[in-house]
């Protein structure tokens, strides 16, 4: 899988905005993977959100994945599912989305980077890199270093970095060895500019781009 240098991750808490809507404007500024991650709504409402932003993403052509939960990936008809450690997994979750389904996973730490590489994954995500304020249950801080020593012990397995990434350290991820950076708080904290955000934020990854 190519993954795209940006991964943005949807929060209705943090930009008032439905899922839906944020998918829209995200794939206005040029998004073209995005996961919607909800942990607040309850799962009736959720589904009817999710179902609400995989017609926005298809109509925009984006590919959008359903954080943790594979029942409502398959049920809103989504892309595909990114999965922690203590979800369904990955091989299961395989079974039921089938073969052409985007399944990324999370990991915490090299060995967890490399057991990751030999299940049925497209992309693993590695972080957090920076402290992140978006997620409260984290895993210790990896830095720059983390990151270069899994990118080091997987080669040229698909990797993003994720936890505090902004517009001012999304370089140094990507130098440091991940495809893609996931963004949450430096695109959603202002809903008005979300999509000038995203645009911003490609702007400045574009030398990273071939």
């Not at 398959?74 to 091989?91: K, N, R, S, T, Y």
């Not at 983390?146 to 080669?155: E, N, P, T």
């Amino acid at each position: 899988m190519k993954l795209p240098r940006i991964y943005p991750l949807t929060d209705v808490q943090l930009s008032g905005l439905s899922h839906a809507e944020q998918v829209e404007l995200l794939s206005h500024g040029g998004a073209s993977l995005i996961q919607l991650r909800e942990k607040s709504l309850a799962p009736r409402e959720f589904y009817e959100q999710a179902k609400a932003a995989v017609a926005v993403a298809t109509r925009n052509r984006v590919q959008l994945l359903i954080n943790d939960r594979v029942d409502l990936a398959l049920a809103a008809g989504a892309h595909g599912v990114h999965l922690g450690q203590d979800d369904m997994p990955p091989d299961a979750a395989r079974k039921l989305l089938g073969p052409n389904a985007v399944i990324g996973y999370s990991t915490h730490n090299v060995e967890q980077a490399i057991a990751a590489t030999k299940l049925s994954i497209d992309y693993l995500a590695l972080g957090p890199i920076f402290a992140t304020t978006t997620k409260s249950d984290t895993a210790p801080v990896l830095g720059l270093e983390g990151l270069r020593a899994v990118r080091r012990a997987i080669g040229a397995f698909p990797l993003v970095g994720i936890g505090g990434i902004t517009q001012s350290n999304a370089r140094e991820v990507i130098d440091a060895g991940a495809d893609s950076v996931a963004v949450i708080s430096t695109l959603l904290c202002d809903p008005r500019g979300i999509t000038d955000a995203v645009r911003s934020l490609l702007q400045d990854l574009q030398d990273f781009s071939g």
